[in-house]
């Protein structure tokens, strides 16, 4: 017999430990493992330099762009850590990130010193990290984003110590199409240097280049075995458009994940390089179009797609679609939306239109160490929606039982997803 939840100080204390201790599918991340080397990022330099740090530190700094990108990356963290942490106080969400890594990575002192934290990690390997990182965040497994026309990517995929069966295997792989999608004339350079015959003007009917680009994919697809293939697509993203695009989705993307049974992951709503003198901290927002995912979804009932907007303005757009569509799951707080205010509205939202039928978080880390930071700060915010979403039912006399909770916050933190791509 499962235990009857009693009264609001007992459900807090449930839902609290459950949503704190029970262990999450990261659906979506930019992390490697230990055997993709460099392309792993770890370490209180990486953790200091990360874009979103950047973006803020530049609006207090007095380096110039040029000065502070000519600087050694250690130099760079030692500026950030002085303007962000020493000059002004840590309240922004990702500088209270760097601290909650700090704390739970036992490094917290009376007088902290970024000197003491690379000390630290001098004395970790990868590896033991990777372990101990998982551990801490209570992460179980994550998938990253794998970039086939990234020579660094390909390089890595292409060694024998990666090959897929060999692979540390919390890390699971997503194969990520930005450059085909969003910059159809570089890539079909590209293609055409590693020997696929495709045509820059490609057309609907041009069935040799959509054959070369589909080859290409099914190649990728059988290299790295990923859970879905995905991409961002900026805030005009229109389906369907008389633009290529929409030929590649239509002609190309699309029947290769109905060969090979995968999801198609779409994350809209970027504008990238809006201040290209900040790199990669230059990418901005703007409200997008939802009906595209509409149109999709309609289109291709059979078809899987995961899907996150970037604007809190299309929200509950996507909501709403979601109440239409079984074959859509929506994910995740995305990017400038992963802050506790707007991940506790756009949370509380969903629970009220779609009960627990969603994937409410993912990380997007780039850098190992922030699963801990980011899991951390959603976990709370999604208990605290959750007490509430519960006190409401048990206002109305219905009874809930500790299985119960058990059950909804497994499928909030893995079941959902997993069950959603199950081939
Ligand atoms: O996957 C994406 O396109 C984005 O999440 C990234 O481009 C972005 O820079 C990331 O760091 C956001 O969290
Ligand atoms: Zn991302």
């Known amino acids: 017999m499962s235990i009857l939840i009693t009264n609001g100080t007992e459900l807090r204390n449930a839902v609290n430990r459950l949503v ?10 930019h992390l490697y493992p230990a055997s993709f080397s460099e392309l792993m990022l770890y370490g209180i330099d990486e953790l200091l330099t990360y874009h979103y740090l950047v973006a803020e530190t530049f609006r207090h700094s007095s380096l110039s762009y040029d000065e502070f990108w000519g600087l050694e990356k250690h130099h760079q963290a030692d500026h950030i850590w002085s303007t962000l942490f020493l000059e002004h106080t840590p309240i922004s969400e990702a500088t209270r990130g760097v601290l909650t890594t700090i704390n739970k990575l036992g490094l917290v002192s009376d007088e902290p010193k970024l000197s003491q934290y690379r000390d630290w990690y001098d004395q970790i390997q990868p590896q033991e990290l990777v372990d101990l990182v998982f551990d801490l965040a209570k992460v179980k497994d994550v998938v990253m984003t ?13 060694s024998k110590a990666n090959v897929r069966s060999s692979l540390d295997n919390r890390f699971h792989s997503a194969l990520r199409l930005d450059p085909l999608l969003n910059d159809w004339e570089t890539t079909a350079k590209k293609l055409n240097q590693w020997g696929y015959r495709v045509d820059a003007q490609l057309g609907e009917t041009d069935d040799e280049s959509l054959g070369e680009i589909t080859r290409f994919l099914w190649e990728w697809i059988q290299k790295i075995d990923p859970l879905y293939l995905a991409a961002s697509l900026p805030s005009d993203f229109k389906y369907p458009n008389s633009d290529i695009r929409t030929i590649l989705i239509q002609k190309c993307i699309l029947p290769i994940c109905a060969k090979a049974k995968l999801p198609l ?27 595209s995912i509409e149109n999709l979804c309609r289109d291709f009932p059979n078809q ?25 799951m929506i994910f995740g707080c995305w ?13 509380q939202m969903r629970f009220e239109l779609l009960g627990t039928s969603f994937v409410p978080q993912h990380s997007d880390a780039r850098i190992l160490e922030q699963l801990i930071y980011k899991w951390s700060h959603s976990r709370a915010v999604i208990a605290d929606v959750l007490v509430d979403q519960y006190q409401g039912v048990l206002d109305t006399g219905w009874k809930i039982t500790h299985d119960e909770v058990e059950r909804d916050v497994n499928d909030l933190l893995s079941d959902n997803f997993w069950r959603f791509i199950k081939k």
């Open 20 to 29: 704190q201790n029970t262990p999450a599918t990261d659906v979506h991340t």
């Open 146 to 158: 794998n970039d086939p026309f990234d020579q660094d990517e390909r390089d890595k995929w292409n």
């Open 265 to 291: 992951s779409i994350m809209v709503g970027v504008k990238r390089g809006v201040n290209p003198s900040l790199r990669l901290a230059g990418d901005m927002l703007a409200s997008a179009d939802v009906t």
């Open 304 to 328: 899987k797609f995961l899907v996150t907007f970037l604007s809190r303005e299309d929200q509950h757009h996507l909501s709403v679609l979601a109440r239409k569509f079984k074959n859509l």
């Open 335 to 347: 990017w400038f939306l992963n802050t506790p205010s707007l991940i506790k509205e756009t949370t």
